[in-house]
């Protein structure tokens, strides 16, 4: 999972972004609302944190532009201020919840995957295509019943493929979602973690990972 963190307090940000890879969750920052405009136009997120005081324009207006604009990610406001009036009006922009400053990790861990599971579709935390069951929670997945071991990046790729299941799941999105804006992945990188999912999931699982050229790779599940 990459996420999308919009706060200018430095620290704030900084600790949250450790915090959330000791998850294996990838995250994103920009301190206002330029740099993240910047982010979403080149990377592709699962969601967006984001704090409503930003320095160049108000956070409820920038959500109502971002959803005005067609983005349908899901959004997180984190905020120091637990304010009624405020929690109604940035639900009312479009965001998806509100959690006030401080919190614990956990509850914003948790939070960010109800409302991915909400905009996909999969109340339950657990995806499957044919035998192959991700829970979305624990990041495991497992082959009528057997647990596999997976990389994290391993896992945020089962994920994908799962969810989009006998859909054809273009190579960019992948290599965002992988590996973002700014980690300098290698041309090969892709490849090389669809051939070790492959060795793990495709005889076990009784699925496939089709290489679709020009396009991208599609997991076929019967």
Known sequence: MRLLLVDDDDEFAGALHAALAD???AVEIAGNAADADYLLSTTLFAAIILDLGLPDEEGTMLVRRWRAAGHSEPILVVSGHDDVAKRV????????????????VDELHARIDAIVRRRDGFPDPSIRAGALVFDTMSRQLSIDGASV???????DLAEILIRRSNRAT?????EDQL???GDGVTSNALEVYIYRLRRKIEAPGGVSIR??????YMLVAG
């Open 23 to 25: 998850r294996d969750i």
């Open 179 to 181: 590996f973002g804006s």
């Open 170 to 174: 273009p190579r960019r999105l992948l």
């Open 211 to 216: 290489t679709l050229r020009g396009i991208g």
């Open 149 to 155: 071991e997976l990389s994290a990046r391993e896992a």
């Open 89 to 104: 009006s940035a639900l009312r922009a479009g965001v998806d919840d509100y959690l006030v400053k401080p919190f614990f």
